[in-house]
């Protein structure tokens, strides 16, 4: 009797708690995050609303300012996918835990550059002299990831060196000041900034010789996945389509930059440092039993946390969506 | 030692919250003794009425603690080590039927095949309705038209149930009946199961990078687990169920024609380039319909029925199976409960942000473990520990080199033999640079003693040169007129604002953020002591004159006295605001500091470490508050009695 009663309550709780939950979540509309300033082709197939046509639901695009808040909103239930999240968010949300899932590569871009003070006299030929200087690094980003990737190549030992957490704009500006020797640098303006007064470690050829580079992942949630499988395919097939339709003709650019918010020539210069596989390219190179999703995935995590384990962030990784 | 405890979180917790939950009843029986027995003899609003009442403290911190225990589902893992491992179970068996209930109205109101309808004779309609305006090419109009009149016909054809052919429906009982045989299965005896080597040999619940185990570590846990596979297998044969009765494939063959035919003949059109693109859109528009029609996965209405019948009854089932659990759950595990991903269980909700009180205690052991080698510290830097410094480097700091520069003459250079020997001056050199052995000393260092050192200097600085300005702004004319719009000017300005001049002008070195944390308590001191020294009552300074002091004597024995309880006040406020600033100093070039591990700490949202960090300065706050209640007590026994 008293087990019947503690049941009734429980299950009214539940109940209660679920159709105030759940109600709300059939398929009628997809929620998708994504970046302003950050130009891509699928923005024409977003405006043309070529992604409500071919899911056939109404397709809400929200604009994120960084892969965080895009992780936090899909943990709350807002974002079913996340289109163009960075790669070291995405990682971070699974060594927390968050049942994300990357599904496909949406942008390779060249890999955050390092910058030497000019008039040290190093660049990669002479990198060990670096041991014992001071680098500004903002530590945990994909510029923290790039730094260890490059001292990693160069056989510098990083160790030796006195490591400062700075923001890219402060690291700029200290690396004009010339109280650090080095600085990582992402973002723009800071970078270019940067630029003024030294010169990247590694140039861009020397990064794709060693393979250095980074990507930003399409990512669902592991519930859209499971229950609205067609809905990610049609998602997947339109990027695809508007990826290789892409000309970079000037009626394409124009269109892409009025929705990313830039102007032309910013948007020219931005997407001309973009490569956007196609699915076939995706399962052979990142994909694939020895991808690079897999294995950039797991140093990355390795930069995060010394203890992490990489076979667990492979698990989510799943490109079977693509086909 | 630790190890031990280390893994025995829950036992320990389980232990402290029941000398919590002890000590709150007994404090505040006693409190409330107390009160019941004193004569009320004071007045409202006597300072003397606050003095004792340690039991209510007592009381403060076991609510605080239960609190905390509570949320961050301490509690639950306390007293049901089991349940989230179980409930990760039960999130299994959830994930493995969504792809049922996706299509049922099981937590939505339409079945999917109704919305898909639904959707796609609404978006139909409307295309028809475009393209009748489009009336530029008739013939390609007639013929989209036709072909939109097909895509709905394919769908009446899809929707009766007279086509459902004699498999499919076979294969939807088989399907209802085997999620009613599963739903029976949970009334059955689960004794007999063995639980896994690997199940036990996972770590407890929040002791490592996986926060919940994943394999079940209980017999009912080994039920929900097997079941969730076999639920996976039927979902998958779920999945593959289409309907395509053989009327509804001659028709989609022939639409998939005529829509071929259409691509091909757009370039023969003899429109303009506007009207042609629009036509391609329209045709484009109508396949895209026709693909989501061809997928097979619109049933007929009625036939999914018993699907959700026998997918309620299961869910029923599951819930009912739960009993106690889902008890524990809503009770215990407050928030949105486990959740499953694929490399492991969380918890979300509160837990989530709030890590246990025991976890934290963890954390900060293994924080506090100065064997670096030995994962202690943090990023190759102790807590707070102590290291063998060389003298010579400390004469070498306040030494400056450029004394030695002033005095030499010419530096040595190296010899042929490929040797070098120093000089008189490169031995001076050495001295300045501090490269010398004088032996060495034992010196605190760590993250801890980094942040401690910023405050204290910049506390150091701010009472030195604060007080006595502050002091003559209080009675001189110059001082308080010429100074009073420099300091009102940059005192209400925020720390932080300071921070990207602070970095070009100082540099990465400690003297910016020192420097930024000065500004902070100068203000805050300089007010204070004018505030104390202008407040002091003429009568007593009149007094002391005519009793015949100098200034110097009046300064000294009259204005200072009165002055201090507003100083040392200003004291107790400006450490309070600096351990305020820290974070943001810190912030600016992070080497060291507990400022720099939060900041890092926040880049991965590791929780652990922010409580961690923010307990760290809690407590060194409190402890600097402790000492200046003391020191106030001490020195100025006369305050708030004068």
Redesign the interface.
């Known amino acids: 009797m008293k087990?019947n009663f503690?049941?009734l309550?429980?299950?009214s709780?539940?109940a209660c708690a679920?159709a105030f939950g759940?109600?709300a979540?059939?398929?009628?509309s997809v929620n998708v995050a994504f970046f302003l300033e950050w130009a891509t082709p699928n923005q024409i197939a977003k405006v043309d609303k070529a992604y409500d046509?071919?899911m056939?639901?109404d397709v809400n695009w929200t604009d994120f300012s960084t892969g965080?808040g895009m992780t936090e909103a899909m943990?709350a239930g807002d974002i079913d996918i996340a289109y163009s999240q960075g790669l070291s968010p995405f990682v971070?949300a699974?060594?927390?835990?968050?049942?994300?899932?990357m599904v496909a590569v949406a942008v390779v871009y060249e890999a955050n550059d390092c910058f030497v003070r000019d008039g040290l006299g190093i660049d990669s030929s002479n990198a060990s002299e670096l041991e014992g200087k001071?680098v500004?690094v903002p530590?945990?980003?994909m510029a923290d990831y790039a730094f260890r990737m490059y001292m990693n190549e160069l056989n510098v030992d990083t160790?030796t060196m006195?490591?400062?957490?700075?923001?890219p704009a402060?690291g700029a500006?200290?690396l004009a000041?010339g109280?650090?020797d080095m600085a990582c640098i992402f973002g723009g303006a800071s970078a270019k900034a940067a630029g003024e007064v030294g010169s990247p470690i590694m140039s861009t050829q020397q990064k794709t010789d060693a393979g250095i580079g980074s990507f930003d992942v399409i990512s669902v949630t592991?519930?859209f996945a499971?229950?609205?499988?067609?809905l990610l395919r049609a998602f997947l097939e339109v990027t695809e389509e508007a990826n290789s339709n892409w000309t970079a003709s000037d009626s394409q650019i124009a269109k892409v930059a009025a929705d990313a918010g830039m102007d032309v020539s910013t948007t020219k210069n931005q997407m001309a440092g973009f490569i956007f596989p196609t699915a076939q390219e995706q399962m052979d190179g990142f994909f694939g039993p020895e991808g690079i999703a897999a294995s950039a995935a797991a140093a990355l995590g390795l930069v995060?946390?010394s203890?992490?384990?990489g076979s667990?962030?492979a698990?989510?990784i799943d490109g079977s969506f693509l086909n | 030692m630790f190890e031990w405890l280390s893994d025995n979180r829950a036992l320990v917790a389980s232990i402290i919250i029941i000398l919590c939950l002890l000590s709150f009843l007994v404090t505040v029986l006693i409190g409330l003794r107390a009160n019941f027995i004193r004569p009320d003899k004071e007045v409202f609003g006597d300072p003397e009425r606050t003095k004792g009442g340690w039991y209510w403290a007592i009381c403060g911190i076991s609510a605080l603690l239960l609190i905390w225990f509570y949320f961050s589902w301490g509690v639950g893992r306390a007293y049901f080590p089991d349940a989230a491992n179980e409930m990760c179970q039960v999130a299994k068996i959830e994930?493995a039927i969504?792809?049922i209930t996706?299509s049922l109205p099981v937590?939505?109101?339409?079945y999917k095949s109704t919305?898909?309808v639904k959707?796609?004779i609404e978006?139909l309609d409307e295309l028809a309705r475009e393209i009748r305006l489009f009336d530029y090419a008739p013939d390609q109009q007639s013929q989209l038209l036709a072909v939109i009149k097909d895509i709905e016909n394919i769908l009446a054809s899809l929707s009766n149930p007279a086509f459902l052919k004699a498999e499919t429906q076979k294969e939807i009982d088989f399907i209802s009946n085997e999620l009613i045989f599963l739903a029976e299965k949970f009334d059955q005896e689960y004794l007999s199961f063995v639980i896994s080597s690997d199940a036990l040999l996972q770590d407890p619940w929040g002791t490592s990078?996986?926060?919940i185990p994943m394999l079940p570590q209980t017999k009912r846990g080994i039920m929900y687990d097997q079941m969730s596979l076999d639920v996976k297998s039927l979902s998958k044969r779920f999945?593959k169920l289409r309907h395509f009765p053989e009327i509804s494939k001659v028709l989609i063959e022939e639409t998939k024609e005529k829509l071929t035919d259409l691509k091909n003949g757009l370039d023969e059109t003899s429109l303009d380039e506007v009207n042609q693109i629009k036509l391609a859109g329209f045709i484009?528009?109508t396949d895209?319909?026709f693909?989501?029609v061809d997928?097979g996965?619109i049933f007929p209405p009625g036939v999914l029925e018993e699907v959700t019948a026998s997918s309620n009854y299961f869910l029923g089932q599951l819930?009912?199976s739960?009993?106690?659990l889902?008890?524990i759950d809503?009770f215990f595990l407050p928030g949105q409960g486990v959740?499953?991903?694929?490399?492991?269980?969380?918890e979300?909700g509160s837990a989530r942000w709030l890590p246990k009180p025991t976890d934290v205690v963890a954390k900060f052991v293994v924080l506090a473990n100065p064997n670096i080698e030995a994962g202690g510290g943090y990023k190759?830097f102790p807590l707070l520990w102590w290291e063998w410094v060389s003298i010579g480097n400390l004469v070498g700091f306040f030494v400056p080199d450029i004394f030695v520069d002033l005095l030499v003459e010419n530096y040595s250079e190296h010899l042929e033999s490929g040797t070098f020997e120093p000089n008189f001056y490169d031995k001076m050199l050495f001295f300045a640079q501090g490269e010398l052995n004088l032996g060495y000393i034992p010196f605190p260092n760590g993250h801890i003693w980094d942040s401690l050192v910023r405050v204290i200097v910049a506390m150091f600085f701010g009472i030195i040169l604060g007080v006595p300005l502050g002091i003559y702004m209080g009675i001189s004319k110059f001082f308080k007129s010429f100074f009073d719009p420099l300091i009102e000017l940059y005192r209400p300005v925020p720390p932080l604002a300071w921070a990207?001049l602070i970095?070009?002008i100082f540099?990465?070195?400690d003297d910016g953020k020192i420097f930024l944390l000065f500004m902070v308590a100068f203000a805050i001191m300089v007010i204070s002591a004018r505030t104390g020294a202008s407040g002091t009552q003429l009568s007593k300074i009149r007094a002391s004159h005519s009793l015949g002091a100098t200034n110097g004597q009046i300064l000294r024995y009259v204005i200072l006295p009165n002055a201090l309880p507003e100083i040392l006040t200003g004291v107790r406020i400006s450490i309070g605001v600096c351990w305020g600033t820290l974070v943001a100093a810190e912030?600016?070039?992070?080497?060291t500091g507990v400022g720099?591990i939060e900041?890092?700490a926040r880049?991965?949202?590791d929780y652990e470490l922010i409580w961690v960090t923010i307990l760290i300065m809690g407590l060194l706050g409190l402890f600097f508050d402790i000492v200046m209640r003391i020191l106030i007590a001490r020195l100025i026994p006369w305050r708030g009695k004068g």
């Open positions: 087990n503690k049941n309550i429980g299950s709780l539940l679920s759940t109600i979540n059939a398929a009628d046509e071919a056939g639901v965080t943990l971070t699974i060594q927390q835990g968050a049942p994300l899932k001071t500004a530590l945990n980003t160790s006195t490591i400062v957490d700075q923001a402060d500006v200290s000041d109280s650090v592991e519930k499971t229950e609205n499988p067609e995060f946390s203890d992490s384990d667990a962030i698990k989510t | 994930e969504s792809p996706a937590n939505s109101r339409y919305s898909l959707r796609n978006q990078d996986v926060e999945l484009k528009y895209r319909i693909k989501r997928d996965n819930d009912e739960k009993g106690t889902a008890l809503i959740v499953k991903s694929k490399t492991q269980c969380t979300q190759g990207p970095l070009t540099g990465i070195q912030m600016l070039a992070g080497t720099f900041n890092v880049t991965v949202s």
